[in-house]
Antibody, heavy 118, light 110 residues
Framework: EVQLVESGGGLVKPGGSLRLSCAASGFTFSNAWMSWVRQAPGKGLEWVGRIKSKPDGGTTAYAAPVKGRFTISRDDSKNTLYLQMNSLKTEDTAVYYC?????????WGQGTLVTVSS | QSVLTQPPSASGTPGQRVTISCSGSSSNIGSNYVYWYQQLPGTAPKLLIYRNNQRPSGVPDRFSGSKSGTSASLAISGLRSEDEADYYCAAWDDSLSGAVFGGGTQVTVL
């Protein structure tokens, strides 16, 4: 059974940083393209970015609102995906979902809430 | 403003057929697969349709997807109370080099 378990969410002040983790199991993580998708309170889904598998180049791509502030990385030895978020803004407040799929999400985690507020 | 356009709401009585549209452009729906997700209240989205019209195992055949040109649609036949949820379409966008979502359609069973 595929499982994606996010962690690391919480309350952070504007301008602060936070790192989210996603522990994956039930599939060959090293071959998977992984993405982060977020959902602001009461709003729709928004793609944040993705990282390809290393066999496919391991490159990253980001949505315009987070480019230059967020970094996606992976540790295939630990079956774990990361999202490093810097220079956080109030508009980054959302539930962040870890997803697996090429190129669009097939499997989803349960999400972790990030609240950016002073 | 979402890149893919969906109606904000749809409704029907139990047993009816409901259709949700998703309109895009040549850089997304026109040249890539469409995916549909169901999000029940308070839960994470779940894949409902992939590659335009394929159902993952476990998804009832009451749900069907189709695509034509730069538009796609999701049909729910034999509507049931447990189908009350938000539904989202998505596709890869070659111009943006990213995935794009519709704004979501809230389905209500009357």
């Amino acid at each position: 059974e595929v499982q994606l378990v996010e962690s690391g969410g919480g309350l952070v002040k504007p301008g602060g940083s936070l790192r989210l983790s996603c522990a994956a199991s039930g599939f060959t993580f090293s071959n998977a393209w992984m993405s982060w998708v977020r959902q602001a309170p009461g709003k729709g889904l928004e793609w944040v970015g993705r990282i390809k598998s290393k066999p496919d180049g391991g490159t990253t791509a980001y949505a315009a609102p987070v480019k230059g502030r967020f970094t996606i990385s992976r540790d295939d030895s630990k079956n774990t995906l990361y999202l490093q978020m810097n220079s956080l803004k109030t508009e980054d407040t959302a539930v962040y979902y870890c997803t697996a799929g090429n190129p669009v999400a097939v499997y989803w985690g349960q999400g972790t809430l990030v609240t950016v507020s002073s | 403003q979402s890149v893919l356009t969906q109606p904000p709401s749809a409704s029907g009585t139990p047993g009816q057929r409901v259709t949700i549209s998703c309109s895009g452009s040549s850089s997304n729906i026109g040249s890539n697969y469409v995916y549909w997700y169901q999000q029940l209240p308070g839960t994470a989205p779940k894949l409902l349709i992939y590659r335009n019209n394929q159902r993952p195992s476990g998804v009832p055949d009451r749900f069907s997807g189709s695509k034509s040109g730069t538009s796609a649609s999701l049909a729910i036949s034999g509507l049931r109370s447990e189908d009350e949820a938000d539904y989202y379409c998505a596709a890869w966008d070659d111009s943006l080099s990213g995935a794009v979502f519709g704004g979501g359609t809230q389905v209500t069973v009357l």
